[in-house]
């Protein structure tokens, strides 16, 4: 299994990495050999290469330099993601992926492949999250953005218990179409909610016929998944 | 009305210096009956202001105290009084009745954040950057925010004084048509050929956007760093250290220089050398401003060691939210091949607001400790579950995690699960209960 990092040096703007460790950890307790590649702007990348491929939240400045090397690979991602290739992104990472997306004030076509769009909020929203969908209940985190998708028709998550979603009171956060997982929930998503990367690990080896899965969440895993959704719930 | 304003501030710091409190206050009230009254009085002619993610505080009360042993009268703000309302204080504490000036000089910690609202009434003769990094994330929004706070403050009047190592900091003075002066560091023992996380905070030339290449790292986003097409290097220094000497706690500058430092801390290093770069700068008595780096004894202490039965300890406070103080605790503990526990942990994750967000502990690289080196790692404080589980995905296994819900049992756990040398590696709160159990325990 070959995981791709892209714009690790870039695109890691809250403890991003996390989640390429906490994957890697969980395929490799499912007996699944993993190597990570980290790649960046002007490498060469093919996403057919990969099995998995993740990027992570970065500054509004960096995202111009990802989004014009993400543009070079625009076909192959899209197929890609067509072909039911597994894509991760988190944060603002995700604006790229719809119709629109605001490059630094300018509204600009995105790589087209999601119908969504991304949209300059008046004001850069932060607060912890809770949301949660038929399969994963209670995903927690932290929203830092300044801009919000519109137009999305297929919401990972769709309801907000703490937080404003992915545009404020749309009730719905995140996109989920074929394999490609977009949330604005920021920073180690996976390693904070166990359940999502079992979730991944899981819908991973199924989609390429990988037998043998068993849930596997650490014991302290769980409790720090607990303690924090606890704390940010404000409960003792 | 001047007077009158003036007048009231200084009653309330008055009354605060009485109950030992209030150091923002006075200048708050101040301002609000008259937000205009910081223009209004007379500033020291000569003022050094200073900010950065680290070493703000300690490098800013070494100026107060060099300028202070060299006969100077001076204004500073305690620890803490960086925001509007603590400058604010501070100046109407050194002006009389009549808004005249008693002071020489105004040394200021500035917050990043604040320096716009401060620079308003008055800007700084030098304007020091020590650093910039990723910190408080849940405030700031990021980084770059940050920047484009100071950045927008800076005037071509203000003589900054910039970290060479950090290319961040340097990208401050591309625009700016006033007087520039370097320091950095060449080498530290601790130099390393990649980073201690993959980001750092400026990573490609802010002109070719081409990736900058760094020879080597001293800590975090600092270090020896050019452009591939030389659109951006590492200016020159006008203060280098050229040799350090950690055993006797000393360093040279410009291979001829030997200046003090406290403690075998790296970061120690960048404060001197600030504080050198602005007395020099400032023409003051080389003899004496050496000396004084000698005799000081900071009162804010980042580092404190303890005995408990027999057993070495290290107290490292370490700010949650900021990786590059955290990641400074971390490389030092892992320097010690023996055996050894660590005690890591807070009650709050921010003292300032109460947003509860931990992306941050993986900027920390808590992958540089050894695990066959630990005895145990003592998890702390209402998050103890949070850091055990990024300390086991950082290595450390599952069966040398204690957790210790209740800050106040820290040491008599440590004392009856633990061996080896002690280091924590916490926040300021734990900190303080730390220092605060010790110093009990020796009483008994």
Not at chain 2, 334 to 362: A, C, P
Request: aromatic letters at 10%; hydrophobic letters at 35%.
């Amino acid at each position: 299994m070959k995981i791709a990092h892209l714009y690790y040096d870039l695109a890691n703007l809250y403890g991003e990495r996390g989640n390429v460790a906490v994957l890697r950890h969980a395929l490799e307790d499912q007996g699944i050999d993993v190597t990570v590649d980290k790649i960046t702007v002007n490498d060469a990348f093919q996403p057919a290469d990969y099995d998995f491929i993740y990027i992570g939240a970065m500054t509004e400045a960096n995202q111009s330099l990802v989004f014009a090397d993400l543009l070079t690979h625009q076909q192959q991602l899209a197929r890609y993601i067509m072909d039911g290739g597994f894509l991760l992104a988190t944060g603002n990472a995700l604006e790229f992926f719809g119709k629109i997306w605001n490059n630094n004030g300018k509204e600009e076509y995105g790589l087209r492949i999601c119908s969504y769009s991304a949209k300059k909020l008046e004001k850069r929203l932060m607060a912890e999250v809770i949301v949660s969908n038929d399969t994963l209940k209670e995903v927690c985190g932290f929203q830092n953005q300044s801009c919000g998708i519109v137009e999305n028709d297929h919401p990972w998550f769709t309801g907000t218990e703490l937080g404003m979603g992915s545009y404020p009171d749309s009730n719905q956060e995140g996109v989920k179409f074929n394999h490609f997982y977009g949330t604005y929930v920021i920073g180690p998503v996976l390693a904070r909610n166990p359940h999502v990367t079992q979730h991944l690990v899981k819908e991973w080896m199924m989609s390429h016929n990988v037998g043998g899965y068993t849930e596997k969440i650490k014991e302290f895993d769980k409790k720090a998944y607990e303690s924090y959704k606890n704390s940010i719930k404000k409960v003792d | 009305m001047k007077m009158l304003v003036i007048l009231v501030a200084k009653l309330i710091i008055r009354v605060g210096k009485l109950v030992h409190r209030g150091s923002t206050l006075p200048g708050d009230v101040a301002l609000r009956m008259d937000p205009d009254i910081l223009s209004k009085i007379e500033i020291p002619k000569l003022s050094v202001a200073v900010t950065g993610t680290t070493g703000k505080t300690s490098t800013t009360q070494t100026i107060a105290d060099v300028f202070a042993s060299c006969g100077y009268k001076v204004a500073h703000n305690l620890s803490g009084a960086n925001l509007i309302g603590g400058v604010a204080t501070l100046l109407l504490d050194s002006v009389t009745l009549s808004g005249k000036c008693k002071k020489d000089v105004l040394v200021l910690e500035v917050d990043e954040r604040y320096a716009k609202l401060v620079f308003q009434y008055f800007q700084p003769t030098y304007f020091v950057v020590t650093n910039l990094s990723r910190d408080q994330l849940a405030r700031h929004g990021h980084y770059d925010v940050v920047y484009d706070d100071i950045a927008r403050c800076i005037t071509d009047s203000m003589h900054l004084v910039l970290n060479a190592d950090d290319p961040f900091v340097c990208k401050l003075a591309l625009n700016h048509k006033g007087p520039v002066t370097y320091f950095g560091i060449k080498e530290t023992a601790q130099d390393t050929a990649e980073p201690e996380i993959d980001t750092l905070d400026l990573c490609y030339c802010p002109k070719c956007h081409e990736k900058l290449h760094f020879d080597r790292y001293h800590y975090g986003n600092l270090g020896i760093w050019n452009c591939p097409n030389h659109d951006y290097d590492r200016p020159e220094c006008a203060y280098e250290v050229t040799g350090i000497d950690m055993e006797n706690q000393r360093f040279t500058i410009n291979g001829s220089e030997s200046v003090a430092i406290q403690h075998d801390i790296l970061y120690n290093i960048y404060n001197n050398l600030v504080v050198y770069a602005i007395s020099d700068l400032c023409r003051l008595d080389r003899k004496t401003v050496l000396s004084s780096l000698k005799s000081f004894n900071f009162t804010v202490k980042r580092f404190d060691t303890f005995t408990c039965d027999g057993r070495d300890g290290y107290i490292l406070t370490s700010k949650n939210e900021t990786p590059i103080s955290y990641n400074q605790s971390l490389k030092y503990v892992s320097l010690d091949s023996s055996l050894k526990t660590i005690v890591v942990g807070f009650k709050r994750v921010s003292g300032r607001y109460d947003l509860m967000d931990l992306s941050w502990l993986w900027d920390v690289n808590f992958e540089c400790l050894d695990a066959d080196t630990i005895d145990h790692a003592v998890c702390v404080g209402p998050f103890a579950n949070e850091l055990a589980a990024r300390l086991v995905h950082a290595g450390i296994r599952e069966e040398q995690i204690v957790i210790e819900p209740v800050p106040g049992n820290t040491l008599q756990t440590v004392k009856d699960k633990t061996k080896g040398t002690i280091y924590a590696t916490v926040y300021f709160d734990m900190a303080k209960e730390l220092t605060k159990l010790v110093e009990s325990e020796k009483r008994v």
